[in-house]
């Protein structure tokens, strides 16, 4: 019986792998022949059924673009974002999209250790650092038996020594997986959908309004409660306002 479930699960799994394809074959001819509207449905379709891709994500604000509509260019070149943190591509199309927002936030400036932190923990993704943690301790594990069956004390010692070293590196990968796992969950971004919503000074319609955001602007969602969001934006603003009034990214 299992191996029948097995069967029926693979076959379900390629059949849909091959019309994810398919579409996607589909979005990129529409793309390339100007029809975005067209490739924006395909590349939606790919995500209904529950494939979510970089690739996917990029291309979709890329359709985006093309029609003008920012918000959700934005929105999906950030989740594209979210996935490949290090893919240059998809930033220099984030920016072109920034660009034509029109809110203007500033970013507060980093501290030297904050600095020194998002250079080097943030270069990598979470899973990523823990893929170089597995790795690593692979390596410590070949290393620590090649040390005990190598003859020659120079071999032995080499073995020995770069073991260990290999042990840190693992360490030291999954202490910053940990870290960016940390700041992952606890970060909860958004992009205004609506051309222009009020952020007020409480979680009510009576409360009186602190400024304005327009669409595309980023923001961090700090609270909840009921229809509203308390955000917070990179110049350390903060307020509420309606939760209909933006998209969370990590809606994966």
Not at 48 to 56: A, F, I, N
């Amino acid at each position: 019986m299992k191996k029948l479930f097995t069967i029926i699960f693979l076959i379900f799994s390629l059949s849909s792998w091959a019309q994810n394809t398919a579409l996607f074959n589909k979005a990129t001819e529409a793309y390339n022949a100007g029809d975005f509207n067209k490739a924006v449905e395909h590349y939606l379709a790919i995500l209904s059924s529950g494939e979510h891709s970089s690739s996917v994500y990029y291309n979709l604000g890329n359709a985006y673009y093309k029609l003008n509509k920012i918000a959700p260019s934005i929105y999906y070149y950030e989740k594209a974002l979210l996935l490949n943190p290090t893919d240059q591509d998809i930033k220099t199309n984030l920016g072109y999209a920034q660009n034509m927002t029109l809110d203007a936030i500033d970013t507060m400036p980093q501290t030297g250790f904050a600095k020194i932190y998002n250079d080097i923990v943030g270069k990598l993704h979470f899973d990523q650092w823990a893929y170089i943690a597995v790795a690593c301790v692979v390596l410590f594990v070949l290393l620590y038996l090649a040390f005990y069956f190598l003859r020659f004390a120079t071999q032995k010692r080499i073995a020995f020594i770069s073991s260990f070293a290999a042990l840190f590196i693992a360490i030291v990968a999954i202490v910053f997986a940990s870290l960016q796992y940390s700041n992952y969950q606890s970060d909860q971004p958004a992009i205004v959908f609506d051309s222009e919503v009020p952020v007020n000074s409480e979680p009510n319609l009576r409360s009186q309004q602190v400024f304005q955001l327009h669409e595309g602007t980023k923001l961090q969602v700090i609270e909840e409660l009921n229809d509203w969001y308390k955000i917070e934006l990179s110049d350390g603003q903060t307020g509420w306002l309606n939760s209909e009034s933006v998209k969370l990214l990590k809606d994966f």
